[in-house]
């Protein structure tokens, strides 16, 4: 028998019991009982998040929330300042920063280096594949005084950019991630900062599939060993310092069903190079094999239709604008339902992209699977003076 279950409102009972008759429920199937989540394997980590990208969940997590040293994982920060300023103009791949002696001096850190130097200018362009590929200290500190003038104005801009975004366990004190006091994120924070330049610059994000650079004869491998052992790893960023251990952020994307799938794992904390790459090579492979992603609704397709009052059309559709898309134990997207919470009546104007409520798609046991705002699809306008009045009317006498 199909699993109903009505559409809520937001207001009184008398509003909610009315609601029910309006109600318009989007139900995929039914199923005899909730899926168990799948355990997540043992990993040798301090900390780890596993995301998928895709539908926004938090599949897997350990400490996620913990503060930890960064190590270079701190250079995806600066990469994506670096690749902001490269969006908004202020600099371009073909110019070429001078080398200072501070950059120079990185050498003396005994951290990764491009190995540049104060009579060399090198190219934008060059100086990002030294800093994400070679991880070079010295190329994030060259492109952070070309952004910024000095690298500390720059990491003030990354400590801006970490408090928009949320950051709660995130501070930085320096561009290439060498252990300092009060210089800390955490795997949920760094999973946050990876994704964002994923989503914000697909350009940029390319940098991180490439296995090898070469600059100035000098030619490094790139030291995550994933993108050598699976294809449809395409970065992203190694770190280690003795306090935090070998650390790795991973991100893969494959073609499903449901449209492209990207995961995002986060690695801290683990005791070798092999033990990173194999750690994160365990939580990927589980992410693709446990779980399935499973497409509800398409960009720009209703979830539900409902009446409108004092507008110029009687209804109108409520929905998620650029689709939803949910992960789910394998097995359980036929056991899947949404429902919507709105506010009732719905009174014009409406513009498009107003969030009216919430859609939850839960099992069928009731396990809520997500939440996501209930958007307009569709501006409504005012409608005249005689329609507003009628529906006033018909309001009242509800």
């Known amino acids: 028998m199909p699993l109903i279950l009505p559409t809520a409102s937001i207001g009184s009972r008398a509003r909610r019991a009315a609601a029910l008759a309006l109600s318009v429920l989007v139900v995929l199937a039914a199923a ?41 994982l701190t250079k995806i920060m600066t990469a994506y300042l670096v690749l902001q300023a490269l969006k908004d103009g202020k600099l371009t791949l ?54 910024a003038g000095s690298v500390e104005t720059f990491v003030e801009a990354m400590n801006r950019q970490a408090q928009a975004w949320g950051l709660k366990n995130t501070q930085f004190r320096n561009v290439t991630g060498l252990t300092e006091p009060g210089h800390y994120s955490s795997a949920r924070d760094v999973a946050t900062i990876a994704a964002r330049l994923i989503r914000d610059f697909p350009d940029g994000y390319r940098y991180y599939s490439l296995r090898e650079y070469a600059f100035n004869g000098i030619r490094q491998d790139n030291r995550n060993m994933l993108l050598g052992r699976d294809p449809t790893v395409d970065g992203m960023k190694t770190g280690y310092t003795e306090a935090a251990g070998y650390c790795l952020v991973a991100s893969a994307r494959r073609d499903t069903p449901a449209g492209e799938r990207r995961l995002l794992s986060v690695v801290l904390g683990t005791d070798s190079r092999g033990a990173r790459a194999s750690e994160s090579e365990k939580l990927l492979n589980w992410g693709w094999q446990a779980w399935d992603m499973v497409r509800l609704l398409e960009p720009g397709k209703a979830a539900t239709t409902v009446p409108v009052w004092k507008g110029r059309l009687d209804q109108v559709g409520l929905g998620v604008p650029g689709g939803l898309t949910v992960t789910v134990p394998r097995g359980a997207g036929a056991w899947l339902a949404t429902s919507a919470e709105r506010t009732d009546p719905l009174v014009a104007p409406l513009e498009s992209g107003q969030v009216v409520g919430t859609l939850r798609v839960h099992t069928a046991g009731g396990d809520e699977v997500r939440r996501v705002p209930l958007e307009v699809l569709e501006p409504v306008p005012l409608a005249g003076v005689f329609g507003r009045a009628w529906d006033a009317l018909r309001l009242w006498i509800r």
């Open 32 to 72: 005899p009982a909730a899926a168990e989540l799948p355990q997540p394997p043992t990993l040798a980590a301090r900390q780890y998040l596993l995301v998928d990208l895709s539908s926004d969940q938090v599949l897997a997590e350990r400490d996620a929330d913990a503060r930890a040293d960064p190590a270079s």
């Open 94 to 147: 073909e110019q070429t920063l001078p080398v200072s002696e501070r950059a120079w001096n990185e050498r003396k850190g005994g951290g990764s280096m491009m190995f540049i130097d104060p009579r060399m200018k090198p190219k934008v362009d060059e100086l990002l594949r030294g800093m994400i590929v070679q991880s070079g200290n010295d190329a994030s500190v060259a492109l952070a005084e070309g952004v």
